[in-house]
């Protein structure tokens, strides 16, 4: 076959196949319209009713817990302990004893310290008598009296002494494991255990910058915690940074927890959520929206037609958008069938959805 030839075979199968498309795409406008006229091939669909419904901006972060006060208790002075007296993980009041030293020299000293004072208090008033007669010079009862006033602080000293063989709790809290046992020798840098003020908790997290002017004190925050699936604790936001890292280009924040129970210990990681706005808003399920480019729009149904319309669309969640324009509240859009669905091709309406009422829309932090 020639050359020739060749190109013509090529030129009508070329013209064929561009003949046959265009005559597809012209009798399937013609095929929609029979199927109208004999009420077959109608789309099947299902609907969602447009709701009002609630939009929450939010602020998600991450952060964690930290007890209203904490310390490390250590004893005042070295020793060796001779009475452990707290349970790890109990509650104790404030002025309660953790730990006794052994104090056996301290009471011996306190106990001279006391005689030292009686007889230094007995020669006071012997020489204030005397003087009352003239019999001692006033030089005398002068220095008895500073004796006296040096024994009763030699004693305080002793008592104080005593004391410190005794560590007690500096407020009311949980204490932690201990770190030590009966017969040990500690001295002023020995943790002996911790303890933790948890009725309530403060839970530290970051915000990006950008929110710093929507972040206010008495904001509503809720967090939750992988250790507690099914519940949600509710607090306030009560600290916020004044200065925002350089590096992070975030604040901090803090919120106080209420805590009740002292399931919450220090230093769990929480999801925080801070509600910034709520507002009424109208509410469609995210299926049912349709993107082409730089556009969105949903299908109604008019006169058992699909009819397209283009909308705006503000907050997102998961299942859930918010529409500020283009449909009205109890419209109907079409959220099932969408792939083969056309504006203007006849549909069949197989089930009618609902979408929800409220839904919580966020941002990320």
Avoid at 288 to 295: K, R
């Amino acid at each position: 076959m020639s050359v020739t030839k060749q190109i013509a075979v090529a030129c009508a199968l070329l013209l064929a196949l561009a003949g046959g498309a265009l005559w597809h795409y012209w009798s399937e406008p013609e095929s929609a319209e029979a199927a109208v006229g004999g009420g077959l091939s109608a789309v099947p669909v299902r609907l969602a009713k447009v709701e009002a419904g609630t939009v929450r901006e939010r602020i998600e972060a991450v952060g964690s817990t930290l007890a209203r006060q904490a310390v490390d208790i250590v004893p005042l002075t070295s020793g060796r302990i001779v009475e452990l007296r707290f349970r790890p993980g109990e509650r104790v009041e404030a002025g309660d004893v953790l730990v006794r030293l052994e104090d056996a020299a301290e009471q011996a000293g306190a106990a001279e310290a006391r005689a030292a004072l009686r007889q230094a208090e007995l020669a006071l008033e012997r020489a204030k008598k005397l003087r009352a007669n003239n019999t001692v010079a006033q030089a005398t009862v002068d220095e008895i009296e500073a004796a006296y006033l040096g024994a009763r602080a030699r004693l305080d000293a002793a008592l104080k002494q005593l004391t410190d063989r005794t560590v007690e709790a500096p407020f009311s809290g949980v204490v932690g494991i201990r770190q030590i046992d009966v017969g040990a020798r500690v001295d002023e840098d020995t943790v002996l255990t911790t303890l933790d003020d948890l009725a309530e908790v403060e839970i530290e997290f970051s915000v990006p910058e950008i929110f710093f002017g929507q972040v206010q004190r008495g904001q509503t925050v809720s967090a939750t915690s992988s250790a507690f699936p099914a519940r949600t604790f509710a607090g306030r936001i009560g600290t916020i940074d004044t200065r925002v890292g350089q590096v992070s280009r975030a604040f901090r924040v803090r919120a106080a927890l209420p805590n009740p129970d002292l399931v919450l210990p220090a230093g769990m990681f929480m999801h925080v959520e801070v509600v910034l706005e709520e507002r009424p808003a109208v509410l469609i399920p995210e299926e049912a929206v349709v993107a082409e480019g730089d556009s969105t729009f949903v299908f109604t149904i008019e006169d058992q037609r699909a009819k397209r319309r283009p909308v705006r669309l503000g907050q997102r969640t998961a299942g859930t958008v918010e529409v500020l324009d283009g449909v009205a509240v109890d419209e109907a859009v079409v959220r099932s069938g969408l792939q083969r669905l056309r504006d203007g091709l006849p549909v069949r309406i197989e089930e009618d959805g609902t979408g929800p009422a409220a839904v919580a829309t966020g941002k990320d932090a």
